[in-house]
């Protein structure tokens, strides 16, 4: 039996054949919370185990501007079924958004687009949510009137309506989201949610650690099979309290004599030689400045900025001035930009890293809430800085510039950043050496695209 609520209207779709419900899909402006609806993806109209693959929504709004792509939520107890809740900026202006949807398999890099687009619609309101704190609450209130035909006026005084008599009536159910984690941590630090709000999280173990057990119950019921699965939890709806209970057990290495019995020792760290050149502008080093303690220094790093409020790669969030884009290092890494110090709201020249982006840029700076137009705006051109590490990370890591290159290539097109490249590549690039914690990139120049850029 299909899992899909019977309230919800479901746009199905086919990859190879053409097959489309024309499904009526109208939402409202000022309508925050029935923006939601399930796509349903089949293969020559059999069923389709897309499980294991990513499935991307790609938007286009009535002014033929391309939204930022949107990964939808997948079903665990239906074969090719997802839930997509459409955030404020893919429907803030009336019109109609036309839709299409990428299938992507992260191993082989294979990539299907559904033979159909659908569109759905967004219609004005009278309702204004801006206006609403010049509602009056009490008292009366006058209001002119004017007679079309005669030009006439008159003003009659009618009594306000006080919303707070019925507060109890319209207020929101919620419930309470409680982590209970042994040597473990989660990115999503949520307490209380909305009565059918989406609840997502990565569940990653401390250092030294590995999962042994998660289990997530959901209104006293164990939910854990159909909600979680290879450290992520995925909850579509939230109907009731969640209680997160996780145990991360200590990772033994095994004595090589195999006669001791019991715990190993901790194993003795290699000390890092001072200063070593890894590649182009990375250096393992240490060292002090400004009065801040570093443990690696790029040099010649392409700094750019960008702006908007589609939220960050990591689920970390986006601070202005204090959080960056970056590749091949774990999300949580700390930074010190003496240039930004003292500038845009930063007054210590320390950001972190929780997003990512395009394969041009060694550090995207957060600038502003807005737009990447405005942000760009106040940074000027992309600037070759001095940026050291404070501290790595301890969440996964960010794409490597063989990843950005990738999905450039497959959305944009590698033609569009052809200038930015060749400006990003003139000192030898930078974080796109760093081999650290990820080695994609040792074979960057290898890949067919390469002579592309």
Not at 124 to 151: N, W
Not at 230 to 259: F, Q, R, Y
């Amino acid at each position: 039996m299909s899992n899909i609520d019977k309230r919800y209207k479901t746009v199905n779709l086919d990859i190879v054949e053409k097959m489309h419900n024309d499904i009526n899909l109208i939402f409202s402006k000022s309508d925050v919370n029935t923006s939601d609806f399930f796509i349903r993806i089949t293969k020559n109209k059999g069923e389709i185990d897309l499980t294991s693959f990513k499935v991307i929504l790609y938007v286009l709004n009535p002014n033929k501007k391309k939204l930022p792509p949107k990964l939808l939520q997948s079903s665990r107890k239906e074969k090719g079924l997802f839930y997509c809740n459409l955030p404020y900026e893919y429907k803030n202006a009336a019109g109609p958004y036309e839709c299409q949807i990428l299938v992507l398999d992260e191993n082989t890099n294979e990539r299907i687009v559904t033979t159909e687009k659908f569109l759905y619609s967004v219609q004005d309101d009278l309702i204004d949510l801006d206006e609403s704190e010049k509602i009056e609450t009490e008292g009366t209130t006058k209001l002119t009137l004017v007679d079309d035909e005669t030009g006439e006026t008159s003003v009659i005084e009618v009594a306000s309506f006080d919303f707070s008599l019925f507060d109890e009536e319209f207020d929101k159910v919620q419930y309470t989201i409680t982590n209970n984690l042994t040597n473990a941590m989660t990115n999503n630090l949520a307490v209380k949610l909305d009565e059918n709000a989406t609840y997502k999280a990565t569940i990653m173990a401390n250092e030294g650690y590995k999962l042994s057990s998660v289990i997530v119950i959901m209104n006293s019921e164990d939910i854990t099979e159909e909600c979680y699965a290879d450290g992520v939890i995925n909850i579509l709806a939230v109907t009731g309290d969640v209680l997160i209970t996780v145990i991360a057990e200590k990772i033994v290495i095994p004595d090589s004599g195999g006669d001791s019995g019991g715990d190993d020792p901790e194993p003795t760290p290699t000390p890092t030689p001072t200063p070593t050149i890894e590649t182009p502008n990375c250096f393992d080093e240490t060292g002090t400045i400004d009065g801040n303690k570093y443990i690696y220094r790029f040099t010649k790093a392409r700094c750019t900025s960008y702006g908007g409020d589609s939220g960050s790669a990591s689920g970390l969030g986006l601070k202005v001035a204090k959080t960056v884009g970056a590749h091949n290092m774990p999300y949580g890494t700390k930074l010190y930009i003496p240039y930004l110090k003292g500038k845009f709201g930063n007054t210590d020249g320390i950001v972190t890293v929780t997003d990512t982006g395009g394969y041009c840029t060694d550090f995207d700076i957060f600038l502003d809430k807005d737009s990447d137009k405005s942000a760009e705006k106040k940074w000027g051109n992309p600037r070759f800085l001095d940026v050291y590490v404070i501290s790595w990370g301890t969440k996964r890591v960010a794409w490597s510039f063989t990843e950005a290159v990738k999905f450039c290539k497959g959305y944009y097109g590698l033609s569009t950043f052809h200038v930015a490249w060749t400006e990003y590549i003139k000192y030898k690039g930078c974080t796109i050496n760093l081999w650290k914690f990820k080695e994609d990139d040792k074979t960057f120049k290898e890949n067919s695209w390469y002579k592309d850029l």
